[in-house]
C-alpha cells in the first residue's frame, strides 16, 4: 500500500466522523465468536463455583441437622440372641418326679459293670477273651481278698462254660446274670440267690455252677465282715458268643465277670 492511499483511507475514516457522533468500527466474524465464547466459559466457570459452595452448605447443614446416634440406631435392630423370659425358663425347668426316675434307671445302669469298661482288667485268652472288674469301693479296698476270689469265679466259669455252653454258643442279646452270694465268716458258700436272669435258663444254670465252684476263701478279713457276720458279694456276670472256627467246632464265648463286697 503506497503512502497516497493511505492518506487517503484516513482522510476517508476522519471524514465520516463528525464531533458528537460513536465512533464505530467494523469487526470480522472470527472476533465476535472469540468474544462470545470467552464470556460463556466465564458465566460457566462463576455457575460452578456458586453452586460447589451452595452443596457445601448444605451438606453441613444436613449433618448438624441429623448429628449420628449410635445408641438410637443400634437400638432400632433387635438382637440375634435374645435373652430368654421367664415362661421359657419355667417351661424348661425339670420335673421332680422325671428326675428321680432318671436318677432311679441311670443308678441301676451303673451297677452293671458292663456300663463302665474303663475299670475292667482284661482277663481269658485269645481265643476266649473277656475280662473281670471290681464293682466297687468296698471290694476295692479289700482288694487282696476280692481279686483272688474273682480270678477262681472266672475260671471256674471258663470251666463250666466248656463242659456245655461252647457246644451250641448262647443267645443273642441276653442280659447280664446278676447272683447275690453269701459267704459265712470261714469263707464257705452257704447262699445263692438270682436277682437277675440273663434270658437263657442254661447260662442261669452255668453261673449258678460257677459260684458254687469258685467262691470260697481260707482266710477271708473279718474287718469286711457284715454286722451279721457273713460276707455278701453281688455278682454281675455277662456271657456272648465270640466266635467259631467251623460249623464242627465249639463256640469260643467272652465272659465279663464283676465282683461288689457288700
Given amino acids: 500500500m503506497t503512502s497516497t492511499q493511505s492518506n487517503h483511507d484516513l482522510f476517508a475514516v476522519q471524514s465520516k466522523y463528525q464531533p458528537g457522533s460513536s465512533l464505530t468500527i467494523a469487526q470480522s466474524p472470527t472476533t465476535v465468536l472469540l468474544r462470545f ?25 444436613a449433618e448438624n441437622a441429623n448429628p449420628p446416634n449410635s445408641a438410637s440406631s443400634g437400638s432400632s435392630n433387635p438382637p440375634d440372641n435374645p435373652p430368654p423370659s421367664a415362661d421359657s425358663n419355667s417351661h424348661n425347668a425339670a420335673n421332680p ?12 445302669l451303673n451297677r452293671l459293670f ?14 476266649n477273651p473277656g475280662g473281670q472288674r471290681l464293682l466297687n469301693d468296698k471290694a476295692e479296698h479289700y482288694a487282696q481278698f476280692t481279686r483272688p476270689l474273682l480270678q477262681r469265679l472266672y475260671d471256674a466259669t471258663e470251666d463250666v462254660e466248656h463242659q456245655g455252653l461252647a457246644r451250641n454258643g448262647v443267645p443273642a ?8 452270694a453269701t459267704m459265712d ?6 447262699e445263692l440267690v438270682l436277682q437277675q436272669l440273663s434270658g ?9 455252677k460257677a459260684c458254687k465252684k469258685g467262691l470260697w476263701s481260707r482266710n477271708p ?33 467272652r465272659t465279663h465277670l464283676g465282683l461288689a463286697l457288700e
Avoid at 97 to 108: F, L
Wanted: proline fraction near 6%; hydrophobic fraction near 45%; charged fraction near 20%.
Fill in 37 to 61: 465464547a470467552l464470556i460463556a466459559a466465564i458465566i460457566s466457570l462463576a455457575g460452578c463455583a456458586w453452586l460447589g459452595g451452595h452443596h457445601d452448605d448444605a451438606t453441613a447443614s
Fill in 97 to 108: 418326679d422325671t428326675a428321680a426316675q432318671q436318677a432311679a434307671v441311670q443308678a441301676n
Fill in 114 to 127: 458292663i456300663e463302665r469298661p474303663s475299670e475292667e482288667q482284661s482277663a481269658g485268652s485269645v481265643f
Fill in 173 to 180: 442279646n441276653l442280659r447280664p446274670v446278676i447272683i447275690e
Fill in 185 to 190: 465268716s470261714e469263707g464257705q458258700l452257704t
Fill in 200 to 208: 437263657s435258663g442254661a447260662v442261669d444254670q452255668a453261673m449258678i
Fill in 221 to 253: 478279713p473279718p474287718e469286711a465282715l457284715m454286722p451279721d457276720g457273713k460276707y455278701r458279694f453281688r455278682i454281675e456276670a455277662t456271657i456272648k458268643n465270640y466266635m467259631r472256627p467251623t460249623a464242627y467246632d465249639d463256640w469260643m464265648l
